[in-house]
Structures are given as structure tokens and as C-alpha cells.
């Protein structure tokens, strides 16, 4: 499976943006987002199911970020509101190919494909 992603830009606190990433192929699998600061190590942000029922949300990004999925356009979106300048990254979509609860997307190693970043930056 194949993603490209979109949407980054720099925008000022408070402000928002939509990422979106559009898989290749069909199928049965769960994505979600990453992100990567400058010196950090890749967190997870989120995580959708196939179906789009169950979701998973990093603490931070409760009640701010929100995701969702089209399967009819294989493509997976990040709402992302009140950006906050710690939320300044590169932002990574994937896709975990295998089963079993919505928490698997908190773990980078599960991943099975992953797309080119997209940089967020966000002013204080």
C-alpha cells in the first residue's frame, strides 16, 4: 500500500489545518498519523479503524484533533484545530495491514507502509 499525504503548512496558534492521505489500494486496514519534531523521536497522533467506528487519540491532541476516513476515496483526514506550537512536526500517515484492537496504532513498529511527511508549523 502506497500513501501520499498533504495539507501541512505554518499557521499561527489557534489556527487549524487539514491533513489528508490517500492510500493506493483497497482494503481492510486501519491508518492513522504520526508526527516527528526536530530532536524527538516519531509519536502517534491517531489512529482510525477500517471502518471508521473505532479511534484512538494521543493525549495531547484530545478534544483538539479529530480523524476520519472516506474508504470510497481510500483517504483518511486530521482535522487538526487550536494548533499549538508543540504540535509543530513533520506528520506521517500509515497503515497497520494486521488486526486486533484500535490501540495498535499508538506503536510506530507495527506499521506496514508508511507515506512522505508532511511539515506542520505552528506559530507562537
Known amino acids: 500500500v502506497q500513501l501520499q499525504a498533504s495539507g501541512g503548512g505554518s499557521v499561527p496558534a489557534g489556527g487549524s489545518l487539514r491533513l489528508s492521505c490517500t492510500a493506493s489500494?483497497?482494503?481492510?486496514?486501519?491508518m492513522g498519523w504520526f508526527r516527528q519534531a526536530p530532536g524527538k523521536e516519531r509519536e502517534s497522533v491517531a489512529g482510525?479503524?477500517?471502518?471508521?467506528?473505532?479511534?484512538y487519540y494521543t493525549t495531547s491532541v484530545k478534544g483538539r484533533f479529530t480523524i476520519s476516513r472516506d474508504n470510497s476515496q481510500n483517504t483518511i483526514y486530521l482535522q487538526m484545530n487550536n494548533l499549538k506550537p508543540e504540535d509543530t512536526a513533520v506528520y506521517y500517515c500509515?497503515?497497520?495491514?494486521?488486526?486486533?484492537?484500535?490501540?495498535?496504532?499508538?506503536?510506530?513498529?507495527?506499521?506496514?507502509?508508511w507515506g512522505k511527511g508532511t511539515l506542520v508549523t505552528v506559530s507562537s
Open positions: 482510525i479503524s477500517w471502518d471508521g467506528i473505532r479511534t
Open positions: 489500494g483497497r482494503g481492510t486496514y486501519a
Open positions: 500509515a497503515v497497520y495491514l494486521g488486526s486486533g484492537s484500535i490501540s495498535v496504532m499508538e506503536d510506530a513498529w507495527r506499521m506496514n507502509s
